[in-house]
């Protein structure tokens, strides 16, 4: 099944039970708290915190996501993407536990006939909070689920909340087995690589007060109008119902993942093992495949590279991207290859991409050409340094990282990557400490200077901060702030 057909058939079987559909809001979050929407709920969340009264009793979508937190994720585990797609349903104070997890195990193991997915029962495992016996029961005796396949796991992993004084509730998540050969025996407290998560259930049940961390705080009531939250990785079902090894092999992700294979020369494997000759080559054609449909889908909602907030996180796709092809040999721009591919697979679901190409494709493509500029005048002046702090046995100094960073827009990441592959360390905590200190500097020199006329240290600011406001967004969108 193409994932645009499950998409369908999701919100087909939750309208037949009375959801409204509602169309994927844009990657740009409406909540000001938040860069990106990180999950289903995230346009929802006005309802969901009662602030508004919702138009709908129950409604249902498959939205886009932007995950940033997952980055160093993507192409090691076989279920990370920096952009993917969730599929929710939701109830805003009408119906509860009693419904949604039997309406969630019907969709899943009805017949493809019957307008399921299809899914063997035996193959399905749960988990429960630890003390919800409640969820714990209509598992096992409303639904069927034998007792040896619910597990109960603590707040860690099965407790949701903003964090903040409000609503709050456990979780109950379905695992998918992939089967012996793919870890071992036990459950998905044993093996979250054999046991892949697809689906999450919030039950926001409860008010909480006195929060001092994500697992401490006080029940302090119960909320006049339970809510229902879900969410069911679109990719991660797919590659389940299309047979494949990873969600990059999924029908919108794989032909980019092909292409980079055929523009590098390089044979693609499909290996999950890191000790495999293939596996660092392998992950970068992930990687590849992953940050270029990511980056179609950022331009098309309006996003352009800079060096703040959204843009930045753009522009280190973009780039990253693109040094992954340069790991695979390829030194010449990608993107002119590769994008269109990407539009070509995702236009289906999202039409956008096809009718707005052309300005996607020159806002993507000047970036790939500036990072090559970059990279060019750069590499010179890297590659002295690196043969001279190997010849006195040191590692790379901050100063000479500092100097790229400034004098040639030569991101930290990528002298850290190319330092690496020559084998040397970079005081990276040197670098660091310049970095702060421009920006120190810049704050002062502001503050002691009148508005009115050009003031660069604006710009200085901004581009010093470039690699702190990255990590900063990333812990916003930790899995703390939403489910
Ligand atoms: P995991 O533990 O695998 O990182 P999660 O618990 O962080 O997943 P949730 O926040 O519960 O994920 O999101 C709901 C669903 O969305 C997950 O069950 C999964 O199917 C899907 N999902 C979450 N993160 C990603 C991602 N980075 N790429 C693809 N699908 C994802
Ligand atoms: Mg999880
Ligand atoms: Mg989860
Ligand atoms: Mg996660």
């Known amino acids: 099944m193409k994932s645009h057909d499950i998409a369908n058939r999701w919100v087909e079987f939750f309208a037949s039970k009375h959801h409204t559909p509602v169309p994927s809001a844009s990657l740009v979050s409406s909540d000001p708290s938040l860069l990106f929407t990180v999950a289903g709920m995230v346009p929802f969340i006005p309802y969901l915190t009662a602030r508004e009264v919702p138009p709908f009793k129950r409604a249902t979508s498959v939205q886009k996501c932007i995950r940033t937190g997952d980055i160093d994720e993507v192409g090691k585990t076989v279920r ?14 009408d119906y509860f536990k009693e419904t949604a997890i039997p309406y969630a195990w019907e969709l899943l193991t009805s017949s493809l006939d019957d307008g399921g997915y299809g899914l063997p029962a035996e193959r399905l495992w749960v988990t429960v909070y630890t003390e919800d016996d409640e969820a714990y029961g209509i598992w096992r005796d409303k639904v069927g689920v034998p007792a040896d396949r619910i597990q109960r796991i603590g707040k860690e992993d099965n407790y949701w909340s903003t964090g903040q004084p409000g609503p709050a509730g456990p979780c109950s998540e379905i695992f998918y087995d992939r089967g012996a050969e793919y870890g071992i025996d036990g459950g998905p407290i044993a093996d979250e690589t054999r046991y892949i998560e697809i689906w999450n259930l919030v039950f926001m049940q409860y008010q ?33 119902l299309q047979g494949v090894e990873n969600m990059y092999e999924t029908d919108q992700v794989r032909p980019v993942l092909d292409k980079a294979a055929e523009i590098s020369g390089k044979k693609y494997t499909s290996t999950e093992d890191p ?151 970079v005081d990276e905590a040197g ?23 050009a003031d660069l240290t604006v710009f200085h600011e901004l581009h010093a901060q470039g690699e702190t406001v990255f990590t900063g967004y990333t812990e916003l969108e930790g899995e703390g702030r939403i489910r």
Do not use: W
């Open 80 to 93: 990370h993407g920096t952009f993917f797609q969730m599929c929710g349903n939701f109830s805003f104070g």
């Open 208 to 240: 909480i007060d006195n929060v001092t961390s994500k697992v401490d705080f006080d029940v302090v009531g119960e909320l006049p109008n339970k809510n229902i939250d879900t969410g069911l990785g679109l990719e991660r079902l797919a590659m389940i």
């Open 275 to 425: 000790a495999d000759p293939h596996h660092t080559d392998d992950v970068r054609m992930r990687v590849v495949a992953d940050h270029i449909r990511s980056s179609l889908m950022l331009i098309s909602d309006g996003v352009t590279p800079s060096n703040e907030g959204r843009g930045y996180v753009l522009r280190r796709l973009i780039r990253r991207a693109v040094r992954a092809m340069r790991l695979l040999g390829v030194e010449t721009a990608v993107l002119p290859e590769l994008l269109p591919v990407s539009r070509d697979a995702m236009k289906g679901a999202y039409p956008e991409v096809e009718t707005d190409f052309a300005r996607i494709a020159r806002i993507a493509y000047a970036e790939e050409k500036s990072f090559l500029r970059t990279i060019a005048s750069g590499t010179a002046r890297l590659e002295e340094a690196v043969k001279v702090s190997k010849a006195a046995n040191h590692p790379l100094s901050g100063e000479e990282a500092f100097a790229l960073h400034d004098t040639y827009g030569f991101p930290i990441d990528l002298t850290l990557e190319m330092a690496g592959e020559a084998g040397l360390a």
């Open 431 to 453: 670098f660091r400490t310049l970095m702060l200190e421009q920006r120190d500097r810049a704050r002062k020199d502001a503050k002691s200077k009148k508005s009115g006329h």
